[in-house]
């Protein structure tokens, strides 16, 4: 996990994992209300990625709430694609899942 820290608080939030297929699950995005809207999503994103990229392809996979249509545009701007819906029989919704081909030096800033 890390953090977006503003003024000694920390205002925003993102974790990665990877399972042995080098696939990089980027999960826990998350920032404060009051807080949203002034790129430090986009910013942890951007560290998180190049974290991951450091000079092999490797493949970055997220989860979203399949209903959150402007969430799912907002990783679409950021390069990622929607690559399958994943039905979740335990909870009441489907998660969408995403991905994007990490190259070092590629990612967004």
Known sequence: MYGYIINNQIVGCV????DNNR????????????????????KLMAFVENKIAD???KVAEIHVLDK????????KKL?????????????P?????????LILGTSFK
């Open 68 to 75: 959150n249509s402007l969430l799912i545009a907002w990783y």
């Open 93 to 101: 919704f489907n998660s969408c899942v995403m991905n994007k081909t």
């Open 55 to 57: 000079g092999k392809i």
């Open 79 to 91: 390069g990622y694609e929607k690559i399958r819906i994943d039905e979740l029989k335990h909870l």
């Open 23 to 42: 696939i990089y699950h980027i999960e826990r995005l998350a920032t404060l209300f009051e807080y949203r809207h002034l790129g430090i999503g986009r």
């Open 15 to 18: 974790g990665y994992w990877s």
